[in-house]
């Protein structure tokens, strides 16, 4: 039977590594200009961290709201209502190389809205 109150072998060295790990930890913080280095490297990692999930979520939200949008059907409801009136003018001359020219004039045109209940 072993006692159970028998130190483990090595048990020292850990302690001891420990202790110097721990004091370093508090040497660490009892400088100022490593404490302020240590939370700023914390504070930048962590905006970091925040603005690429907010990136991660936006882009998954605008994808998945352009993924549901049928962009066809809603042109062709913005456009069903439309009336386009152009009165214009074409004229066609040929130039000194023998060639075709159109000249276009505008003389009027008007975008209106159609009224649905008019059909």
Do not use: C, N, Y
């Amino acid at each position: 039977m072993t006692d159970e109150r028998e130190p483990r072998r090595g048990g020292d060295d850990d302690m001891r590594s420990r202790l110097g790990r721990l004091g370093e930890q508090l040497t660490g913080l009892l400088d100022p200009e490593a404490a302020l280095r240590k939370g700023q490297d914390l504070v930048s990692g962590v905006t970091q961290a925040t603005k690429e999930e907010l990136m991660r979520i936006a882009t998954s939200e605008l994808r998945s709201f352009l993924d549901k949008m049928d962009a066809v059907d809603l042109l062709q409801q913005v456009i069903s209502g439309l009336v386009v009136d152009v009165h214009m003018q074409v004229k066609f001359s040929r130039s000194a190389d023998g060639t075709a020219q159109p000249k276009i004039t505008k003389q009027s045109s008007q975008i209106s809205v159609k009224d649905p209940e008019e059909g």
